[in-house]
């Protein structure tokens, strides 16, 4: 009785136990069916469908003449599924697939047979054959033994992937760019286009099959980004730069080319060199690379000199024997013994350390301010605002900086102590050209879609004055003479005019044996300005030499000899400019013209005074002067009608 008893209890226990493990199952049903069902069916879907996003094909970037830039190609890389294919059709294709193979890389039969074969022993589904191959090569491969059953039976995969390509090489690779440097990275909104997306279902081994249930989303391929690059500038500038690197053994350098009048950029090279003593695109050192500019920054202190009206080109400055000393600190000319007394206009000629020193010292040292905001007035201490990213921040020392010192004024007179990249430096000069009008430097000229001119950048954009027209015309005679007799002399030529400033920066100076930094800035032609251009060279090696004049004035006047022979300025010698070479033939010329032409005035430019003067009376006028030497400047134009007894004032020198 008490055995049954137990027996009954024991029923009774499993009984409930099965109620309850039944009751979880049913309820784990509902939960799985109901309660969670979607989202158990959501992980299911994405197993077996998924978005994918299409990239679109990036548009092309061209230079001013549409010579391609940056383009994007289709890349293959070809794959083999040993699994997929029937034991009957590998082994009839082996020896063929092989030698198509071979036919192709020049590999022997035997290394893709035996590759083949182990592939298909290891059950390889994913064994890479070829790489980088361009859609001709592709369409090639699909016709190989095997390969042309298609995926399944013949094993075969093809991917495609976009590769940026660049026609140029590594020739102006900076300025064009990648990713989000250069050109490339500037112009990033236009080129990348809109990406797509498109749902796949999972098939068998691992296949996507597209489906078109009208959610996918079409690309968009970007546009076409024509800019103000020339190629056969470029070319030119590229390798002028790299010939004066390797012979002077330097460290880097860059070379900016741009239009006067628009200010676009033609041409951009940045050079450095490598451990094996090779040059190649580094970095954008012309846009990034802010350093002291030396004696290029001469210009700037002169400019704000003759704004101020505290000298003119005649004013005369000691150069005390080369030698001077503010405090504790001594400036030096490049010149041994110096210039003795020299005008203002020669100081900058032959770009004298201790004149330009004495020049902004004496007239400013009371009030440094005023020197300083004039400088920041002419926007030298903002970035320009290029599209391009990456600019280097200049670097003007104000008077309430902690770090100003009694001897910090008359080191930035000749360009120490303050800072700019090469490009913020051509600005300056570009302005200069341009009768004291900076406009911001351009890269781009227009957009386009599909040959279509959606969005044109034509109209130049003027950032500010720099200086009065005035000033600017005085700027320009001296820069011309410079070239003609001063620091660049070496590289005048008789053919072609230009105008431009030499400059030595001696950089690492804490160091006992420091090195340089040349440059030279300018534009051509002189009277005419088309092109204006700045090269500078870091560290050349001092045994072979490293003043601006030796160094890169060269590069200066190759470049503008090989772009003038190219694109030649029509009328660039004019008969006043063969004049200027023989003063005597140029008198007699100019009297008989005015005689003839009583009525209008004569060109006077490089003239002797007192036949200035002669030529003056005989036409009636009264003369006023200013300086000494030859006429510079007139303040009647040559052409202008005259009347009797008119003022004309000269600028001698």
């Known amino acids: ?89 590998f082994d009839k294709n082996l020896i063929s697939l092989s030698k198509a193979l071979s036919d192709f890389s020049d590999l022997p039969v035997s290394y893709y047979k035996n590759k083949l074969l182990n592939a298909r022993k290891q059950k390889n589904r994913y064994l890479l054959i070829a790489n980088n191959l361009d859609y001709s090569e592709y369409q090639q491969f699909k016709t190989f033994p095997l390969f042309k059953l298609g995926p399944y039976k013949g094993g075969f995969i093809a991917e495609q992937s976009i590769e940026r390509v660049h026609p140029m090489g590594k020739v102006g690779r900076r300025t064009v760019g990648y990713n989000n440097v250069g050109l490339e ?37 970007g546009l076409d980004v024509v800019s103000t690059i020339d190629v056969n500038i470029q070319d030119i500038v590229h390798h002028a730069l790299l010939r004066q690197l390797e012979k002077f053994k330097a460290d880097h350098g860059s070379v900016i080319v741009m239009e006067t009048k628009t200010s676009e950029i033609k041409a951009i090279s940045n050079l450095g060199r490598t451990k094996n003593n090779t040059y190649f695109e580094k970095r954008n050192y012309a846009v990034w690379e802010s350093h002291e500019p030396g004696s290029t920054f001469k210009l700037m202190s002169l400019a704000v000199a003759l704004e101020d009206k505290v000298v003119d080109t005649s004013t005369v400055v000691d150069t005390k024997n080369g030698v001077i000393k ?85 080191w930035m007179s000749f360009g120490y102590g303050v800072s700019m990249t090469p490009l913020q430096i051509l600005s300056f000069y570009n302005a200069i050209a341009n009768d004291g009008i900076r406009i911001k430097p351009r890269f781009i000229k227009k957009v386009m879609n ?25 700027l320009q005679d001296l820069l011309k003479q410079t070239v003609e007799k001063g620091t660049a002399k070496n590289i005048y030529n008789q053919n072609f005019s230009m105008a431009g400033k030499t400059g030595t920066c001696q950089t690492e100076y804490w160091i006992e044996n420091g090195r340089y930094i040349a440059s030279f800035a300018g534009y ?10 700045i090269v500078t060279v870091h560290k050349p090696d001092t045994k072979i030499g490293f003043y601006g004049s030796q160094v890169v004035a060269p590069v200066f006047a190759e470049i503008a000899e090989k772009i003038y022979t190219k694109t030649p300025i029509k009328d660039e010698i004019t008969a006043d400019s063969i004049q200027l070479l023989q003063d005597e033939l140029m008198v ?25 003067i002669a030529v003056i009376e005989n036409l009636g006028l009264n003369v006023q002067f200013v300086g ?20 004309v004032k000269l600028i001698l020198g």
Not at 524 to 533: E, L, M, Q, R, T
Request: aromatic share 8%; net charge positive; glycine share 8%.
């Open 1 to 89: 009785m008490i055995a049954q008893k137990n027996i009954l209890k024991r029923f009774y226990v499993i009984l409930v136990m099965l109620v309850l493990f039944t009751g979880i199952i049913v309820y784990k049903i509902i939960q799985i069916q109901i309660i969670d069902g979607e989202h158990y069916k959501s992980i299911a879907n994405q197993s077996v469908y998924k978005s994918f996003i299409i990239e679109p094909n990036r548009g092309n970037l061209y230079d001013t003449n549409l010579n391609l830039l940056a383009t994007s190609v289709p890349v293959y890389e070809i794959r083999f599924d040993a699994v997929t294919v029937s034991e009957k059709d």
């Open 450 to 474: 599909k040959g279509e001119n959606i969005k044109n950048y034509d109209k130049p954009i003027i950032q500010n004055s720099v200086c009065s027209k005035e000033t600017a015309k005085i």
């Open 628 to 647: 000494e030497g030859k006429v510079l400047r007139q303040s009647i134009a040559k052409g202008q009608k005259i009347k009797k007894n008119q003022n």
């Open 185 to 221: 990275g500037a112009f990033d909104e236009y080129l990348k286009g809109r990406k797509g997306r498109q749902f796949k279902q999972k098939i068998s081994k691992g296949q996507w099959k597209p489906l078109n249930d009208g959610n996918s989303i079409e690309p968009e391929d």
């Open 524 to 533: 051509f032609p002189a009277d005419n300005p088309k092109y204006s251009c």
């Open 326 to 410: 503010f405090y504790n600190r001594t400036i030096k000319d490049s010149r041994r013994g110096g210039y003795g007394k020299i005008s203002v206009g020669d100081a900058l000629k032959v770009s004298s350390n201790t004149a330009f020193s004495q020049i902004i010292n004496d007239n400013y040292k009371n009030n440094p301010e005023r020197f300083v905001d004039r400088l920041i007035n002419m926007g030298l201490n903002k970035k320009i605002g290029l599209e391009i990213k990456g600019e280097g921040q200049p670097s003007i020392p104000h008077p309430d900086d902690k770090n100003w010192y009694g001897t910090t004024l008359p």
């Open 588 to 612: 007699h010329k100019t009297i008989a013209k005015a005689e003839e032409h009583i009525n209008t005035m004569p060109n006077l430019k490089g003239m002797p005074l007192m036949d200035a």
